[in-house]
């Protein structure tokens, strides 16, 4: 009397290494027994599944993480099964691929921006201060994950502080009176109106994106954005009167002069 059975795999456990094709036979004094692992790729070592986009397979390729797999991981959604014997690198490096965030480049820092003010370190109760940030694009090198890399800082945000309670924050750094072609005392998108004389400390906090790169001219994006605050700047607010004279002041000693 002799029996037989086959086990076999669907391509899903087959493409993961998980389950080989067995079969056996019984007879009345022996059972045999084999089994063999398929896997895709033809001639690829055992264990290792085809690169994507490769030839000899028709079943879905594996990616390196479960942990990764999310439907909005951009190599993961093209896929439907993962397991963890799979490395994934930077383009041109050995450093494994993770996401790199603020906290990665604590090493790198742009030069702290400058705030200006005009007039210079004083306004007037009820007039317009022009203030200006300067602050530009930056190149940082320096090393990340151990391997020598260049950070870029963009100035993305500029936030106010005046020093009388209040603040605004702007995309854009302003400009000088004369850079926008205007006269003195003219409102723009960054100056302020104090309503009261004293004396008050200004700060500017400037809002960074950074990108990085190890090989190759592709910028990445970091994670985050990283606050950048200038030095204080005093300014003295002050009154000022107006007075009728007889004439002109110039070259002359009437009333008020």
Same mark, same amino acid.
Do not use: K
């Given at each position: 009397?002799?029996?037989?059975?086959?086990?076999?795999?669907?391509?899903?456990?087959?493409?993961?290494?998980?389950?080989?094709?067995?079969?056996?036979?019984?007879?009345?004094?022996?059972?045999?027994?084999?089994?063999?692992?398929?896997? %895709?790729?033809?001639?690829?070592?055992?264990?290792?599944?085809?690169?994507?986009?490769?030839?000899?397979?028709?079943? %879905?390729?594996?990616?390196?993480?479960?942990?990764?797999?999310?439907?909005?991981?951009?190599?993961?959604?093209?896929?439907?099964?993962?397991?963890?014997?799979?490395?994934?690198?930077?383009?041109?490096?050995?450093?494994?691929?993770?996401?790199?965030?603020?906290?990665?480049?604590?090493?790198?820092?742009?030069?702290?921006?400058e705030l200006a003010a005009e007039?210079?370190?004083?306004? &007037?109760?009820?007039?317009?201060?022009?203030?200006?940030?300067?602050?530009?694009?930056? &190149?940082?090198?320096?090393?990340?994950?151990?391997? %020598?890399?260049?950070?870029?800082?963009?100035?993305?945000?500029?936030?106010?502080?005046?020093?009388?309670?209040?603040?605004s924050t702007t995309a854009h750094?302003?400009?000088?009176?004369?850079?926008?072609? &205007?006269?003195?005392?003219?409102?723009?998108?960054?100056?302020?109106?104090?309503?009261?004389?004293?004396?008050?400390?200004?700060?500017?906090?400037?809002?960074?994106?950074?990108?990085?790169?190890?090989?190759?001219?592709?910028?990445?994006?970091?994670?985050?954005?990283?606050?950048?605050?200038?030095?204080?700047?005093?300014?003295?607010?002050?009154?000022?009167?107006?007075?009728?004279?007889?004439?002109?002041?110039?070259?002359?000693?009437? %009333?008020?002069?």
């Amino acid at each position: 009397m002799a029996a037989g059975f086959q086990h076999g795999c669907g391509d899903f456990e087959v493409n993961l290494g998980s389950c080989p094709n067995s079969s056996a036979g019984v007879s009345d004094n022996s059972v045999d027994v084999s089994a063999e692992v398929s896997r %895709p790729g033809g001639g690829a070592a055992p264990g290792t599944p085809p690169a994507p986009g490769g030839t000899g397979a028709s079943a %879905p390729w594996v990616y390196e993480n479960a942990l990764s797999c999310g439907s909005d991981d951009p190599i993961a959604s093209n896929f439907v099964a993962c397991r963890d014997d799979l490395t994934f690198t930077f383009t041109g490096t050995d450093i494994p691929l993770q996401a790199i965030t603020i906290a990665d480049i604590a090493s790198f820092r742009p030069e702290p921006p400058e705030l200006a003010a005009e007039p210079d370190g004083w306004a &007037v109760v009820g007039m317009p201060a022009n203030f200006v940030a300067d602050a530009r694009q930056q &190149v940082v090198p320096g090393v990340l994950l151990g391997q %020598p890399a260049e950070v870029r800082f963009t100035p993305v945000g500029y936030t106010w502080d005046y020093g009388d309670g209040t603040s605004s924050t702007t995309a854009h750094p302003g400009a000088t009176w004369d850079a926008l072609g &205007v006269e003195e005392f003219t409102p723009t998108a960054t100056s302020h109106a104090y309503t009261q004389r004293g004396r008050v400390t200004a700060v500017l906090t400037v809002t960074f994106a950074a990108e990085y790169r190890f090989v190759g001219p592709a910028w990445i994006p970091v994670q985050g954005t990283l606050d950048v605050a200038t030095s204080p700047m005093p300014v003295a607010v002050v009154t000022a009167e107006t007075m009728l004279v007889a004439g002109t002041c110039t070259g002359g000693s009437g %009333p008020g002069c």
